[in-house]
């Protein structure tokens, strides 16, 4: 039965190579491959759930959910079971931003000032110069991964677009790629006051609507739908429910929520150029600007198979790509706190898939990636995927908690002397308060939580709630007259204490 499947897929991804139609036969037993390969890999990876649609040749070939919604209770995933799309949700934001430039309102390099002027950079030349594609393409030196948290923090969008002025970038603009959220959220604010409505209502009329995305959502909070996942978390060995991550706020950079089957229509608009059941959604041209590589980035550790040195990786307008097996591949992934995502597309095949799990840090959206890619491409499907599971195992490792010190330092200091308020530039105010025998930390107007406990000599650990997150070494300086004048967390940077006024 192995070696009949291995012909199968042979026998289309020749097909596909030379360019002919597909009969219809072929194209089922590869499908049937594909399927009994995902419910094997749902097993292996401990996925709980998950919805796939796969599109070919301007159809839907695949469509399906697997497993459960919530590991607690009865309910089956099925296609139109709403998961959150995590970064995914960038490829809505470039794609809604693309419909306003498609109208004239708005310009990929034109200065962002020029739509939104209270906008102001770190430095004169980030406020004069900086772009939407700029923001889209992962090029504004803003730090990689930081920054994030004002949303939680529970500052409003026109506050966060003006404590941007504060954050520094560690390159210059268009200099080194920097995947940055604070950036997409940026982008969402200026297509929406380009097109005069929220960034929300911009993916609602000029997305979801015409391509009949009924499922699809932009706000997580208010989500109550009887057949949305829950998500999850593997702790300690076992795989448990854990709160969602609602960053509404900012949510042009992850608040998309969606199905297979509404995934599957907005896969079939870009390989069909633009197009969607005969309705014009985006130009042409305007695809192609999507798809275009706008920055080049380098490779990283969470960059699995397929994707390698040899592939090289790029960013285009909301998207990524690469070249496999000489073909332009474009793709994006997602993850928050108890989801993961993956949208891909081969153009040049007219074949894409997007896989949706609820399941937090786990490859099983690139093992699936790598085996449909390879089936399509010629390629054995098998290929990859003992590298990509032997990763997954490394990349929670990585993921874990630094190690408790076999013989800790004591804190010279005492908890009372860290008790205070707190001030940083960019992120606002905290304050350490009492909590039992210990402190914790309250964040912003929304007092967000996190935990503070001693970890090593004068070092603390930080944490704040979450299944994705880890906890950040802090460390206090304390002053002449026995309390802290300030700290320095290796997430967020240095905060002052905050003098009290006589």
């Known amino acids: 039965m192995k070696v009949m499947r291995g012909v199968a897929s042979l026998l289309l991804s020749a097909l596909l190579v030379s360019g002919d139609s597909i009969p219809m036969a072929h194209a089922s037993d590869a499908m049937a491959d594909l399927d009994g390969f995902i419910t094997r890999a749902l097993k292996e990876y401990q ?8 599109v070919q040749d301007g159809r839907v070939a695949l469509l399906r959910g697997y497993g459960v919604r919530d590991v607690t209770k009865p309910g089956a995933v099925d296609e139109n079971t ?17 419909t306003v430039v498609d109208e004239g309102k708005l310009d990929w390099d034109r200065p962002i000032f020029n739509y939104l002027p209270e906008f102001v950079g770190y430095d004169p030349y980030m406020t004069r110069w900086l772009t939407l594609r700029d923001l889209l393409a992962q090029r504004t030196g803003w730090p990689e991964f930081t920054g994030d948290q004002l949303d939680s923090f529970g500052y409003d969008r026109a506050e966060i677009v003006r404590r941007l002025r504060f954050f520094k970038p560690r390159y210059s603009l268009r200099e080194v790629a920097q995947y940055s959220n604070p950036g997409f959220f940026l982008a969402g604010e200026v297509a929406a006051r380009a097109s005069k409505q929220s960034w929300n209502d911009l993916v609602e009329e000029s997305l979801f609507r015409p391509l009949e995305m009924s499922r699809s959502g932009t706000i997580i909070k208010a989500l109550q739908d009887p057949n949305a996942t829950a998500a999850h978390a593997l702790v300690d060995g ?8 609602e960053l509404d706020t900012t ?8 199905t297979a089957a509404d995934m599957s229509k907005l896969m079939l608009m870009f390989l069909d150029k633009g197009t969607y059941n005969g309705k014009r959604i985006l130009k042409s041209e305007t695809v192609d600007e999507i798809f275009k590589r706008s920055m080049v980035s380098k490779i990283d550790f969470t960059d699995l198979p397929p994707i390698s040195d ?6 285009g307008l909301g998207v990524g790509s690469y070249d496999y097996a000489g073909h332009q591949i474009i793709e994006k992934g997602g993850a928050l706190a108890g989801v993961r995502t993956t949208l891909v597309l081969a153009p040049d095949k007219r074949a894409g898939i997007v896989v949706l799990a609820n399941l937090n840090l786990t490859a099983f959206p690139e093992a699936v990636r790598a085996y449909f890619l ?11 995927q003992k590298e990509i599971f032997a990763r997954n195992q490394q990349l929670k490792k990585l993921m874990a908690p630094p190690a408790a010190p076999k013989n800790p330092g004591k804190f010279n200091g005492t908890l009372q002397s860290l008790i205070g308020i707190y001030e940083n530039d960019y992120y606002g105010r905290c304050e350490i308060v009492q909590d039992g025998n210990g402190v914790k930390v309250q964040w912003g107007p929304a007092k967000y939580p996190a935990t503070l406990k001693h970890w090593n000599n004068g070092a603390f650990l930080m944490q704040f709630p979450g299944a994705t997150q880890t906890p950040s070494v802090t460390t206090f300086m304390i002053g002449e007259n026995g309390t802290a004048d300030s700290f320095e967390s290796e997430a967020l940077g240095i905060f002052t204490r905050v003098k009290e006024k006589k």
């Open 47 to 54: 996925v709980p759930g998950a919805g796939i649609a796969v």
């Open 310 to 315: 040899n592939t090289g990786f790029y960013y």
């Open 251 to 258: 949510g042009a950079a992850s608040s998309g929520t969606s």
């Open 374 to 384: 390879n089936q399509v491409l010629g390629i054995d499907p098998e290929a990859d």
């Open 82 to 98: 709403i998961f959150q799309l995590a970064s995914v949700t960038k490829t809505l934001t470039g794609a809604a931003a693309a």
């Open 238 to 245: 076992k795989i448990v429910v854990v709160e969602p991550t």
